[in-house]
């Protein structure tokens, strides 16, 4: 990993229990509709009249199999061609909770494409991959990005470059920002949280450190039910400034803006 990549200092310590547990027969329920679901997944990229609502409506489903509920505050979101859209980044589950809110063309990690499985749906999806590792790689993402903003799509990207549990954060990084000041398209910053069915902060969700997929899916089956929270909050206009941008982004996606210097944050 390269030393300018960012890094979180969460570990699979900061996901805590405290979610009461699906019975036996909820949960074989739940794992029988995943296995149901997965091969209709690519139609969520099918070029068909009515793709937002599909993408909505199949991103919905397939977090009820996972016990995961959706509830949406704030402003609507509005129906522009042309918007990028960013949030604070916990878990893969972010994808499938935006694109139930947001649906749009996403930025992720390079080595989804390898993914078995979801590998496949994300090159139907059109993900633009980026790594992780690799700065000079860096501006071709961005003008891909700024490409699909003046095209009209939505896009959604997660400018804190990695996940972190939900307690601690990062800061968004500015880089995606430059699309939209190239593009002069707006920016829809969007606050996700996670939560018990008790109205809790839950970090059950979190995929971080060396967290394995299997493990995260069994944490979110056997869970009674997890609260996705997507607070819309107020869009901004781009402007010129890239870092001044990814600030106002930062603090109106509820992630205080702090002076640029090395902390240690105790989740």
Do not use: K
């Given at each position: 990993?390269?030393?300018?990549?960012p890094?979180?200092?969460c570990?699979?310590?900061?996901?805590?229990g405290?979610?009461e547990?699906?019975?036996?027969?909820?949960?074989?329920?739940r794992?029988?509709?995943?296995?149901?679901?997965?091969?209709?997944?690519?139609?969520?990229?099918a070029?068909?009249?009515?793709r937002?609502?599909?993408?909505?409506?199949g991103c919905?489903?397939?977090?009820r199999?996972?016990?995961?509920?959706?509830?949406?505050?704030?402003?609507?979101?509005?129906?522009?061609?042309?918007?990028l859209?960013?949030?604070?980044?916990?878990?893969?589950?972010?994808?499938?909770?935006?694109?139930?809110?947001?649906?749009?063309?996403?930025?992720?990690?390079?080595?989804?494409?390898?993914?078995?499985?979801?590998?496949?749906?994300?090159?139907?999806?059109r993900i633009?991959?980026?790594?992780r590792?690799s700065?000079?790689?860096?501006?071709?993402?961005?003008?891909?990005?700024?490409?699909?903003?003046?095209?009209g799509?939505?896009?959604?990207?997660?400018?804190?470059?990695?996940?972190?549990?939900?307690?601690?954060?990062?800061?968004?990084?500015p880089?995606?920002?430059q699309?939209?000041?190239?593009?002069?398209?707006?920016?829809?910053?969007?606050q996700?949280?996670?939560h018990?069915?008790d109205?809790?902060?839950?970090?059950?969700?979190?995929?971080?450190?060396?967290?394995?997929?299997?493990?995260?899916?069994?944490?979110?089956?056997?869970?009674r039910?997890?609260?996705?929270?997507v607070?819309?909050?107020?869009?901004?206009?781009?402007?010129?400034?890239?870092?001044?941008?990814?600030?106002?982004?930062q603090?109106?996606?509820?992630?205080?803006v702090?002076?640029?210097?090395?902390?240690?944050?105790?989740?």
């Amino acid at each position: 990993m390269s030393a300018w990549a960012p890094r979180a200092v969460c570990t699979t310590g900061c996901v805590r229990g405290g979610a009461e547990r699906s019975s036996p027969a909820v949960v074989a329920l739940r794992l029988a509709l995943v296995m149901l679901l997965a091969p209709l997944l690519p139609l969520l990229a099918a070029p068909i009249p009515g793709r937002a609502r599909l993408q909505r409506a199949g991103c919905r489903a397939v977090l009820r199999c996972f016990g995961v509920r959706v509830r949406t505050t704030g402003g609507p979101i509005r129906n522009l061609r042309g918007m990028l859209v960013v949030s604070p980044h916990v878990s893969w589950l972010d994808v499938f909770v935006i694109g139930a809110v947001a649906p749009g063309t996403f930025v992720a990690r390079a080595d989804l494409i390898r993914w078995p499985g979801i590998g496949a749906l994300a090159r139907l999806m059109r993900i633009i991959p980026i790594e992780r590792d690799s700065l000079r790689g860096l501006p071709e993402v961005v003008e891909t990005v700024a490409t699909r903003l003046r095209d009209g799509r939505t896009v959604v990207a997660f400018p804190e470059g990695t996940t972190w549990c939900g307690r601690a954060h990062g800061r968004f990084y500015p880089a995606m920002f430059q699309a939209a000041v190239d593009a002069a398209r707006p920016v829809q910053p969007l606050q996700l949280s996670y939560h018990h069915h008790d109205g809790s902060h839950s970090t059950l969700p979190a995929f971080v450190g060396d967290d394995s997929l299997l493990a995260s899916i069994r944490r979110l089956t056997t869970a009674r039910r997890t609260v996705a929270q997507v607070h819309v909050a107020a869009l901004q206009l781009p402007g010129t400034d890239r870092r001044e941008l990814a600030a106002r982004c930062q603090a109106a996606a509820g992630r205080p803006v702090r002076p640029r210097r090395r902390a240690r944050i105790v989740c």
